[in-house]
């Protein structure tokens, strides 16, 4: 069984071990200061005398040490080093996640916790359901002041049968030890954690929450950062908030309102568009080519509009080429004339503009992704027809 160093100085980052097993590029130590990895934190890397390191597992009692292609002897007494920014950036961020997962649950009481990670690259934590930002903003609020409160970070093991226990975050199904590994961030945070943490809150120096995503099914990703990458970040965007007041001539603090403001606009600009577009297809007459019946236009209007007004084409007896604006590029090709094969007709166009369609043989329907080719895809479908069709 090896002897887990880092269970009692998360701050080790050199020290001297003894090989003690070897199985190809896997080597057992003595004791280590390599953390493998758990609650969501990623194991740490480093060198084993001078040959790198460049994963950790756990495997039963023992902890295997990837090193890729070593030297190493059963028996060898060897000098270590753990990659330490590498692991100081990891127990920044996984005692960040406990510190920002209380900070939410203060908004939200019964927010639920569904899974962390912790990396180099990326640190966030999947909550079960969506937070506005007023309350993400709020618990950041909170996180950063605890951060200056300098709060003691402490573990301590406790028996899974202790009253106590109560007050921990913990799923006790989820636990087959007799004692408990729990994580107090001051009086804030009481959470059941095996991974390694900071000593105190101060140590974090900044917690920036910078994106939210869906988590699909599981619920909503929150990502942060912690130290220099948060306050790098938060340099960037407040840049680009600054760049943003000044682009739509807001005042910094008055720019989340403007934005609202713009949205509404533009939201009563384009349904009073869609209405207008709505109105010119109700009243859209048939242009007689040869001896077809074609109504034809691009207008700013929704798919169910458009389609309307494409079957209403087709039951006079016409042939209804329309090109929506609205959302993208989506055309309609819908026709009486059994001559005209729409759902060859449409998808041969649209190909020649990086787009395709389907559909029956009186009507089809597709789209392409460039707005300014709207006019064009139109004449190209008008050419088509006519070219094809006209006696």
Request: include cysteine.
């Amino acid at each position: 069984m090896t002897e887990e160093i880092f269970r009692r100085d998360g701050y080790m980052s050199e020290f001297e071990s003894r090989v003690v097993a070897k199985d190809g590029d896997l080597i057992e130590l003595e004791s280590t200061a390599f953390y493998p990895g758990g609650g969501g934190q990623v194991c740490d890397t480093g060198t084993i005398r001078g040959e790198a390191v460049t994963e950790v597992v756990r495997r039963g009692g023992s902890i295997l040490h990837l090193v890729p292609g070593n030297t190493l002897n059963v028996g060898d007494a060897v000098w270590c080093g753990v990659d330490w920014d590498r692991r100081y950036d990891l127990m920044q961020g996984h005692t960040g996640e406990h510190l920002l997962f209380a900070s939410l649950k203060r908004q939200v009481p019964d927010l639920g916790i569904v899974k962390i990670h912790i990396s180099p690259e990326d640190k966030h934590v999947v909550v079960d359901r969506d937070i506005g930002w007023e309350e993400v903003l709020e618990a950041v609020a909170f996180a950063n002041r605890a951060i200056r409160e300098n709060l003691p970070v402490t573990r301590s093991l406790m028996d899974r049968d202790d009253p106590g226990i109560a007050d921990v975050r913990v799923r006790l199904d989820r636990v087959d030890d007799e004692y408990i590994s729990v994580v107090s961030i001051g009086d804030i945070d009481l959470s059941a954690c095996s991974g390694i943490h900071v000593m105190e809150t101060s140590e974090l120096e900044f917690l920036l929450v910078d994106r939210k995503a869906s988590a699909g099914r599981d619920g909503t990703a929150i990502h942060f950062k912690v130290g220099d990458a948060a306050k790098d970040a938060a340099l960037g965007l407040a840049g680009t908030c600054l760049l943003a007041a000044a682009a739509v001539g807001s005042d910094p603090d008055l720019l989340a309102a403007a934005v609202a403001n713009m949205e509404r606009r533009l939201a009563s600009d384009a349904e009073a568009i869609r209405a207008m577009s709505r109105r010119e297809l109700m009243a859209l007459e048939p242009e007689t080519v040869g001896d077809l019946d074609i109504c034809s236009g691009v207008f700013h209007a929704d798919r169910r509009t458009l389609t309307e007004a494409a079957e209403r084409c087709k039951a006079g007896g016409g042939t209804a080429l329309l090109v929506s604006s609205y959302d993208g590029v989506f055309a309609i090709v819908a026709s009486a004339d059994p001559r005209i094969i729409c759902n060859e007709l449409l998808p041969e166009v649209l190909k020649a503009f990086g787009g395709k369609g389907g559909g029956r043989p009186d009507f089809a329907q597709g789209g392409i992704d460039d707005p300014s080719q709207a006019g064009a895809l139109l004449e190209s479908l008008r050419d088509a027809v006519i070219s094809a069709y006209k006696p």
